[in-house]
């Protein structure tokens, strides 16, 4: 069992919809978690950076983690085409900069 | 803007060069960086780490020989593919973390093409 779990998809949506992703985990030491976003031919750049649960908002994006369940979200209002690119969940264990990441979920909004 | 820089983007070159890719970091100093390779669809795998002052740590099945990793101040690090083949085309990313617990930033990639 992978330590990080995430849908791959791919997802479609159309433009202006809500768009959820997830992730679940097993290892309740992950204390830091992150969501990055990569476009084709880039490196990731990180959307998103939580380290309680709770909701995290800014902007359009919410990021969301239930450390009871080992589960995190992202939210994405309003989905816009600019938005379409792969989302990868990260996260740490506390004490350490070790990443542990998501296969990541390509998205693609449709105008 | 960017707070890790990473040059070349991309690099063709033949069989047996040897490449040479720089990763800084911009606006902090970074005693640890940490270089990543991507498969297409794939997610990051880390490849080893990159401590300043120190030998890199590498993952396991990485060949330490076939990838030189050098940290010589605090806001660079190089990995070098030495005698490149093409079963070593790929994408080949570094991060820099700003602290501990902190998320990392990643610099743009390096598109390696090996002919």
């Known amino acids: 069992q992978k330590e990080v779990e995430q849908d791959p998809g791919p997802l479609s949506v159309p433009e202006g919809a809500i768009v959820s992703l997830n992730c679940t985990y097993s290892?309740?030491?992950?204390?830091?978690f992150m969501w990055y976003r990569q476009y084709s031919r880039k490196g990731p750049e990180l959307l998103m950076y939580t380290y309680s649960s709770g909701n995290k908002e800014d902007g359009r994006f919410t990021a969301q983690v239930d450390k009871s369940s080992k589960y995190i979200s992202l939210f994405i209002r309003d989905s816009q085409p600019s938005d379409s690119a792969t989302y990868l969940c990260?996260?740490?264990?506390?004490?350490?900069?070790?990443?542990?990441f998501g296969t990541g979920t390509r998205l693609t909004v449709i105008p | 803007g960017a707070v890790v820089s990473q040059h070349p983007s991309w690099v063709i070159c033949k069989s047996g060069t040897s490449v040479k890719i720089e990763c800084r970091s911009l606006d902090f100093q970074a005693t640890t960086m940490f270089w990543y390779r991507q498969f297409p669809k794939q997610s990051l795998m880390l490849m080893a780490t990159s401590n300043e002052g120190s030998k890199a740590t590498y993952e396991q099945g990485v060949e330490k020989d076939k990838f030189l990793i050098n940290h010589a101040s605090l806001t660079l690090s190089t990995l070098t593919v030495t005698s490149a083949h093409p079963e070593d085309s790929s994408f080949y990313i570094c991060?820099?973390?700003?602290?501990?617990?902190?998320?990392?930033?990643f610099g743009d990639g390096t598109r390696l093409s090996i002919l």
């Open positions: 290892n309740s030491a992950f204390q830091y």
């Open positions: 991060s820099a973390p700003r602290g501990v617990n902190q998320p990392q930033h």
């Open positions: 990260a996260m740490i264990l506390g004490g350490a900069n070790n990443l542990f």
